[in-house]
T-cell receptor, first 116, second 111 residues
């Protein structure tokens, strides 16, 4: 089946620094990937749609200059949280769809970001 | 905004069937019903999806009403490992279409 790998699984960083999260589709190509954020005891909130070779599409209220998305290849999308602050601490999850078979969207295992 | 509504929580006895309802009264004709679940601190896991007909796979069954305004996910023999948040999502099948999550149902399977 389709596999999406997300790295790192957790990261702790200092306020003001930047953190990069990688999302890879391991056995399929994904021209489109999605980034979600999830706060404790809340549902997943879609942040942006990552498009290979073009600019990402951000959801309303998501700061594109703070959450930089790069989708430079058909198997890799990255999310960079710039100048992180404690309120950016959250669970970040990516997803992609293989475009084949009857499988739905595949999600990464998530990245727990803690900003101290 | 999510276009589906689900009960916030449900309990189920281990070994019994878990029936999780979902209301999607505004679903469009070409929108599918997807079900995912999320176990604590993990990414969501695909369970099943359908358009009109009932569907079954190794994990669950999906029953969609004839008017398509609601559906039920059935876990035939719930185990403790099925304790999770279950999300029902209506979305178009086209590649690149985004999934918007609602609040989901917390299913607690109890021994």
């Amino acid at each position: 089946g389709a596999v999406v790998s997300q790295h790192p699984s957790w990261v702790i960083c200092k306020s003001g620094t930047s953190v990069k999260i990688e999302c890879r589709s391991l056995d399929f190509q994904a021209t489109t990937m999605f980034w979600y954020r999830q706060f404790p005891k809340q549902s997943l909130m879609l942040m942006a749609t990552s498009n290979e070779g073009s600019k990402a599409t951000y959801e309303q209220g998501v700061e594109k200059d703070k959450f930089l998305i790069n989708h430079a290849s058909l198997t890799l999308s990255t999310l960079t949280v710039t100048s992180a602050h404690p309120e950016d601490s959250s669970f970040y999850i990516c997803s992609a769809r293989s475009g084949r078979g009857d499988y739905g969207y595949t999600f990464g295992s998530g990245t727990r970001l803690t900003v101290v | 905004d999510a276009k589906t509504t689900q009960p916030p929580s449900m309990d189920c006895a281990e070994g019994r069937a878990a029936n999780l309802p979902c209301n999607h009264s505004t679903i469009s004709g070409n929108e599918y019903v997807y079900w995912y679940r999320q176990i604590h601190s993990q990414g969501p896991q695909y369970i099943i999806h359908g358009l009109k007909n009932n569907e079954t796979n190794e994990m669950a069954s999906l029953i969609i009403t004839e008017d398509r305004k609601s559906s039920t996910l059935i876990l035939p023999h719930a185990t403790l490992r099925d304790t999770a948040v279950y999300y029902c999502i209506s979305a178009y099948m086209e590649y690149g279409n985004k999934l918007v999550f609602g609040a989901g149902t917390i299913l607690r399977v109890k021994s």
